[in-house]
């Protein structure tokens, strides 16, 4: 029995454990005191440690792995439109939301030049202070008109618009049922707003009136969201349907025309038009000023009642400052254009259902594309995808590669945005250069998880190596 003022000495795994604890503790960030002691000072704070920042790292290491930039964020030296500049090299535009070109156009260049003249750059307050202007309520007159509502509202960003108006409008007690395809700011709404969210499959509106069904009575209001014109798949939803379902269920609904205003219709009304129904009988109509209007800002329609809640209640709108005069008369003059030259539409109509028919007899997946300014081609890879993409730039086209986590696993893709001023020779040129490109890819069997193997067979050889 050990003497109680000698204490018995440590066997060797004990003393291998020591060691190893003070080695490790005086590598750490706190030191051997607070190692041991567990009293050092914390780390400091890094924006590294962020969630989700190690994934954008991980991304940028594998784009540099294989040789290709990172294809986000590039720089256009040019107006957007079906032509642009990147890296000095003129190519083909498929990534711009200028649906109608109507970008640069004359009379919306001139009519900015006079009202920043007359207005300046900003109105420099919120609209409920002093940022008020003749040329916002004119604007929303036209929308409201434009929709068959009493009224409207502007603010000064798309994605605000969605979050603020949903996150005000709803809360506990609701339910906010969207198609699970919705766009980012419609979550983020809904999440926001604290009502009870559900999402159901895509487009798919016998699902929503079973889901409706089961849960209506338990809430006080109920929000469905659905988009005219889904920016990632390039369809859209049966809105007879939908009202059809929304009318029996005691619900409101809200559509979001982003991608859908000047290329649904005959005229580019929008979704009411494409589906023959009548706008009034979709409660909120929401839409953005930067695709077929070339400005910047968003929008809603609906009851007065509505408005004047959101004039009063929505942060977006009561603390924000509001829409430029500049951007609010490049939105007004657009949409004039739009109403005034449905030509544009006609054309825009015509190049997208050329993309699809083309795409699809060289076998190409496009999803359940209606044809029209979006068609996604599904790839699957997503590093197939990415190097596709920089393959299509180097032969003269400029794409953008959509992947999860902003697309489902496995559905990565390259997004296209027609626009009425693509020509023929452009359409057929992208769509023969990807299915070359595609065609010498597929043959290299260069894939994301075939780099991922070799990446972790390197580092478990350079850990072999270590010891």
């Known amino acids: 029995m050990a003497d109680d003022n000698h204490p018995r000495r440590l066997s060797r795994d004990m003393r291998s454990a020591l060691i190893a604890g003070v080695k490790k503790a005086t590598t750490s960030p706190s030191g051997l005191l607070g190692g041991i002691l567990g009293t050092g000072r914390k780390k400091a704070p890094s924006f590294e440690d962020l969630p989700g920042f190690e994934a954008i790292r991980l991304q940028q290491s594998l784009a ?51 009202a920043a003249a007359q207005w300046g750059t900003s109105v420099s307050a919120s609209r409920l202070t002093s940022g008020e202007r003749a040329v916002h309520r004119q604007f929303e007159g036209e929308i409201a008109s434009l929709y068959g509502q009493e009224d409207a509202l502007l603010f000064v960003s798309g994605h605000a618009t969605n979050v603020t108006t949903i996150g005000t409008m709803m809360g506990e007690g609701d339910l906010i049922i969207h198609d699970s395809l919705a766009h980012n700011s419609i979550v983020v709404g809904a999440q926001l707003s604290g009502a009870h969210r559900v999402n159901f499959p895509h487009n798919d509106i016998e699902a929503l009136d079973r889901l409706l069904g089961q849960l209506r009575g338990q809430f006080r209001h109920c929000l469905i969201v659905t988009e005219g014109l889904f920016s990632m798949d390039g369809d859209g939803p049966d809105l007879a349907r939908l009202v059809e379902v929304k009318s029996r269920h005691s619900a409101w609904l809200m559509v979001d025309e982003a991608h859908s205003l000047g290329v649904l219709g005959k005229t580019g009304r929008g979704l009411f038009e494409h589906a023959g129904v009548d706008p009034h009988e979709v409660d909120i109509w929401m839409g953005t000023l930067s695709k077929t209007l070339v400005s910047c800002g968003g929008y809603i329609a609906g009851p007065r009642s509505l408005i004047d809640f959101l004039k009063y209640r929505a942060p977006g709108m009561v603390y924000s400052v509001g829409l430029p005069a500049t951007a609010t008369v490049a939105a007004l003059t657009a949409l004039d254009l739009m109403l005034s030259e449905s030509e544009r539409v006609a054309s825009l109509q015509a190049n997208g259902g050329r993309f699809l028919a083309k795409a699809k007899s060289a076998g190409l997946d496009v999803g359940e594309s209606w044809g029209l300014a979006v068609t996604p081609v599904v790839l699957g890879d997503s590093l197939q995808t990415v190097m596709l993409s920089e393959r299509l730039l180097e032969r003269g086209y400029a794409t953008v590669p959509v ?12 997004r296209f945005f027609i626009s009425a001023g693509h020509a023929a020779e452009q359409i057929d040129g992208v769509i023969d250069t990807l299915v070359a490109e595609r065609m010498q890819l597929s043959r290299s069997g260069v894939t994301l998880a075939s780099i991922a193997k070799n990446t972790i067979l390197q580092r478990l050889q350079a850990l072999e190596d270590e010891e």
């Open 64 to 114: 540099g792995k294989i040789g290709i930039p990172v294809p986000f964020y590039r720089l256009h030296e040019a107006k957007a439109g079906t032509d642009t500049v990147i890296d000095g090299q003129p190519c083909t535009n498929f990534t711009s939301y200028d649906y109608l070109g109507l970008n640069a156009h004359p009379r919306i260049v001139a009519a900015v030049s006079e």
């Open 403 to 414: 992947l999860p986590p902003g697309v489902p696993e496995k559905a990565a893709r390259i």
